[in-house]
């Protein structure tokens, strides 16, 4: 029955889609293009240039636009919740396990088309594709993957997303049914939808460690996990952390994660969907990665339809 209602909930999903009004591309004059090299790629934007960025309003969602990618979002939220509830168990990695799978999409179509201006936020994607699949790859050998109704709920559920984020029916230049990409067409639109996920899953491990923290002290780290966050090369970590907190000098430092449990895995991988959360909020709000300071970083705002 829960598997029925789900694939109802699937075909519903895609049979409804926004008004052309909804899915516009979004203009960023204040975006700072930076050259990439080897040396200044993982390296935060100087002070000076985070001040001049922070005098500009951030941009807001168009509401329609905002209240849409909301429903998806938290819909599939629930429905995760519904098939996968918290009880203290192994369980719970499955769980984990299907919001992992989901979260994962790279969205490269600019690039693909020729754009050679996305070099360095395409950099940081690949390096926030590779954070998320460590974080599945630990699911799994928890035993997140191990039951194949999981495998095929997570599948089906990334699948329906990536199509959504990467190609949507809408009214183009006045013809109907044609195929429009999204994210090609107004990455604001996508980097939403992600930055609605991100959230999600940071209060979903909030919650989780809350609640269970003093029994995941008790077990082990799995060996993944100390290979990715102790004993693999950082130069990928510290790229996906763009929005970096500063030290007692006022220079951005580097997280540098302590492993003696598995509570603090999940610590780690809470904290880094919230470093994605941040990195998606900038892009959204300022098409810059670092349009703020991690101290100032809030959530996207929809903006009313009433104004232009």
């Given at each position: 029955m829960k598997l029925f209602l789900f694939?109802?909930?699937?075909?519903?999903?895609?049979?409804?889609?926004?008004?052309?009004?909804?899915?516009?591309?979004?203009?960023?004059?204040?975006?700072l293009i930076r050259p990439v090299t080897m040396l200044n790629v993982a390296t935060p934007t100087p002070v000076e240039t985070l001040s001049a960025l922070e005098k500009?309003?951030?941009?807001?969602?168009?509401?329609?636009?905002?209240?849409?990618?909301?429903?998806?979002?938290?819909?599939?939220?629930?429905?995760?919740?519904?098939?996968?509830p918290v009880?203290?168990?192994?369980?719970?990695?499955?769980?984990?396990?299907?919001?992992?799978?989901?979260?994962?999409v790279v969205m490269h179509l600019r690039e693909t088309f020729g754009n050679r201006e996305q070099g360095e936020k395409m950099r940081t994607h690949y390096a926030e594709a590779d954070n998320e699949l460590?974080?599945?790859?630990i699911m799994e050998s928890l035993g997140g993957n191990e039951n194949s109704v999981d495998r095929f709920l997570a599948q089906i559920m990334a699948f329906g997303y990536y199509?959504?984020?990467?190609a949507k029916i809408t009214d183009l230049c006045n013809v109907p049914s044609i195929r429009?990409?999204?994210?090609?067409?107004?990455?604001?639109?996508?980097?939403?939808?992600?930055?609605?996920?991100?959230?999600?899953a940071f209060d979903t491990y909030s919650g989780y460690l809350e609640k269970y923290g003093e029994d995941l002290k008790k077990q082990p780290v799995p060996a993944i996990a100390t290979k990715y966050y102790v004993e693999d090369n950082?130069?990928?970590?510290?790229?996906?952390?763009?929005?970096?907190?500063?030290?007692?000098?006022?220079n951005f430092s580097n997280r540098r994660p302590q492993l003696d449990s598995l509570y603090d895995v999940?610590?780690?991988?809470?904290?880094?969907?919230?470093?994605?959360?941040?990195?998606?909020?900038n892009l959204v709000q300022y098409s810059d990665m670092q349009g703020v300071e991690n101290s100032k970083v809030v959530g996207t705002k929809a903006r009313p339809a009433t104004e232009k």
């Open positions: 694939l109802t909930f699937v075909a519903n999903t895609a049979a409804f889609a926004p008004s052309r009004n909804v899915l516009k591309s979004y203009s960023h004059s204040h975006a500009e309003e951030p941009d807001m969602i168009d509401e329609n636009v905002y209240t849409f990618n909301k429903i998806l979002i938290d819909t599939v939220y629930n429905v995760i919740c519904f098939f996968y009880t203290g168990t192994k369980r719970d990695f499955a769980r984990f396990y299907v919001l992992e799978t989901v979260a994962r460590h974080h599945l790859l199509w959504y984020v990467t429009s990409i999204v994210y090609f067409f107004s990455p604001p639109v996508a980097y939403h939808l992600s930055e609605l996920i991100e959230d999600h950082p130069f990928l970590f510290d790229l996906f952390c763009t929005v970096k907190d500063k030290d007692e000098d006022g999940f610590v780690n991988i809470r904290d880094d969907e919230k470093e994605h959360w941040k990195t998606l909020c």
